[in-house]
């Protein structure tokens, strides 16, 4: 684990969040080759009342599949949709293993879910490069190892490159820079952003704060009172 602020105010901090893309999918088809290129779900059981796609290929969600969506409706909207049990054990291996690629940069990892890790690289510049080096290596490693993808931004803290990671997908590096934050996020929804959830997001629009950009214009002390120690 590492926590914001960890270094010297002098030295600008490089984080990454790295998102396996699709990833309980992605795993299930190396398992299941001659269904790659139709839309896939990985959903629960059923029987046991827990139904609903837990994730789904690209295909699926060109189809408007959606995450969390009960399995008749993923197929009213794709009928076409294979429907794969999860395999619990699989990506739990493959989420090791990933852990292992990240390890060959740094020791300061913070995962955040089976899919998604924080990895702070601030000091490991000077062996394997910048953010964006480091980041498109973890890349290509991941790729070639893994036969998997995945979806890494890069920036100054963990909130803009978790953004970054979900600009572009799948198989991509995004970077946010300390010049180029606010031309490239404040214009995104605030649902876009880690810790904006329904009841936060629904409460802002009330007052018209919609975007990033907005709520960052805002004054602190609204923020404050509006929603508490949390919400600033």
């Known amino acids: 684990m590492f926590r914001e602020g960890g270094?010297?105010?002098?030295?600008?901090?490089?984080?990454?969040?790295?998102?396996?893309?699709?990833?309980?999918?992605?795993v299930s088809l190396l398992f299941n080759p001659t269904l790659r290129s139709v839309p896939v779900a990985v959903c629960g059981d059923k029987e046991q009342r827990h139904g609903i796609v837990l994730a789904k290929n690209e295909a699926a969600k060109r189809c408007g599949v959606k995450t969390a969506e009960a399995i008749f409706e993923a197929k009213a909207k794709c009928p076409?949709?294979?429907?794969?049990?999860?395999?619990?054990?699989?990506?739990?291996?493959?989420?090791?293993?990933?852990?292992?690629?990240?390890?060959?940069?740094?020791?300061m990892i913070e995962p955040f879910g089976i899919d998604e890790c924080w990895l702070d690289v601030t000091?490991?510049?000077?062996?394997?490069?910048?953010?964006?080096?480091?980041?498109?290596k973890i890349r290509r490693e991941i790729k070639q190892k893994l036969g998997i993808t995945v979806s890494v931004g890069v920036s100054f803290n963990k909130v803009f490159a978790k953004l970054g990671s979900d600009m572009k997908k799948p198989d991509a590096v995004t970077v946010i820079s300390r010049t180029s934050f606010r031309e490239?996020?404040?214009?995104?929804?605030?649902?876009?952003?880690?810790?904006?959830?329904?009841?936060?997001?629904?409460?802002?629009?009330?007052?018209?704060?919609?975007?990033?950009?907005?709520?960052?214009?805002?004054?602190?002390?609204?923020?404050?009172?509006?929603?508490?120690?949390?919400?600033?």
């Open 80 to 107: 076409e949709l294979v429907i794969l049990p999860p395999m619990m054990d699989k990506y739990k291996e493959y989420s090791e293993k990933a852990h292992r690629i990240y390890e060959e940069y740094t020791d």
């Open 123 to 136: 000091g490991s510049r000077l062996l394997f490069g910048s953010g964006e080096e480091i980041a498109d």
């Open 7 to 26: 270094v010297a105010k002098t030295e600008e901090r490089v984080i990454l969040h790295c998102d396996l893309n699709n990833f309980f999918a992605s």
């Open 184 to 232: 490239k996020i404040w214009g995104l929804p605030l649902s876009d952003m880690i810790g904006a959830g329904r009841a936060t997001t629904a409460k802002l629009r009330e007052y018209g704060v919609i975007t990033l950009g907005q709520l960052a214009q805002s004054n602190p002390d609204w923020i404050l009172k509006l929603l508490g120690k949390n919400g600033y």
